[in-house]
């Protein structure tokens, strides 16, 4: 695991922001995992003006979402389809036919998730997977307890979810109990992670993801299997861990180790 502390918010969304342009201009044809929630709203700010500003071309690329609501239509507002095509899709050259998405009201559960699995592999895979972390350790949607080998399935939120979701649920009645994810397993077969992080609410949850046993009590700490995963936070989200000095101490000679093993 590589672990790249930044100095804020925005540090953290220009970090991620440059790998994906890098994977960009290796396979212009790049399937991206995307994420919902705050952590990655300003990735996908940088990349709308990095295809504004004509350096990234998201013609060829194709992109798969984490997870949804289930119960809510495409054109919920809080429906996870609505926030990718709000602040992401419809602002960038993405066709529509790449965009792919759990659906919130499938006719079959079982045989959506199925598909969606399959059509990932059909793609080759996921080659960037973004991911925030939930305060619990949660990645997608899936909650403690979750197998570390879960694939795309529907799953039962916490409370603790429930209630930090009442906020974008204002007035409404029926906020979802219940959620489409992608799996662990699913997850781990991305061939590059990114996993995001800021503010003190996360400390807890970092710190025992990536220096605490791997448990399904602590669903990102699979990532700890993971062999190209980078996490990327904010000092606030970092303040827990221990071993914050080596992993700066990694990062900033990262250059010269890359330079070595080139020369190998
Ligand atoms: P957030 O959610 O980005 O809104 O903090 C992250 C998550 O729950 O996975």
Redesign the pocket.
Same mark, same amino acid.
């Given at each position: 695991m590589e672990i790249i502390i930044k100095n804020d918010y925005d540090e953290i969304c220009s970090e991620a922001s440059q790998i994906i342009f890098q994977e960009w201009q290796k396979k212009n044809n790049i399937v991206l995992g995307l994420?919902t !929630?705050?952590?990655p709203l300003g990735v996908y700010a940088k990349l709308i003006d990095s295809f504004k500003k004509g350096e990234l071309d998201f013609s060829e690329t194709r992109a798969f979402s984490l997870d949804e609501y289930i119960g809510l239509k495409k054109d919920h507002p809080q429906s996870f389809a609505y926030f990718m095509n709000k602040n992401l899709y419809h602002q960038i050259n993405i066709k529509k036919e790449n965009i792919h998405g759990l659906q919130g009201l499938p006719e079959d559960i079982d045989e959506h998730c199925r598909q969606y699995e399959t059509l990932i592999k059909s793609v080759g895979g996921i080659d960037v997977q973004i991911l !925030? %972390? !939930?305060s619990n350790g949660? %990645?997608g949607f899936n909650e403690p307890s979750s197998s570390l080998a879960s694939r795309t399935r529907a799953k039962t939120l916490t409370e603790e979810t429930i209630e930090s979701n009442r906020q974008f649920f204002k007035g409404e009645e029926g906020i979802p109990c219940y959620c489409l994810t992608m799996g662990i397993g699913t997850i781990l077969e991305a061939k590059t992670i990114l996993l995001l992080a800021f503010g003190e609410n996360k400390a807890e949850a970092v710190v025992n993801s990536v220096e605490g046993p791997v448990t399904a009590t602590v669903p990102a700490s699979a990532l700890q299997l993971h062999p190209d995963v980078k996490i990327i936070l904010d000092e606030d989200a970092a303040s827990l861990l221990t071993r914050k000095d080596y992993y700066r101490w990694v990062y900033s000679n990262k250059k010269g180790v890359e330079r070595y093993a080139k020369k190998l």
């Open positions: 994420a !929630g705050r952590t !925030g %972390i !939930g949660h %990645i």
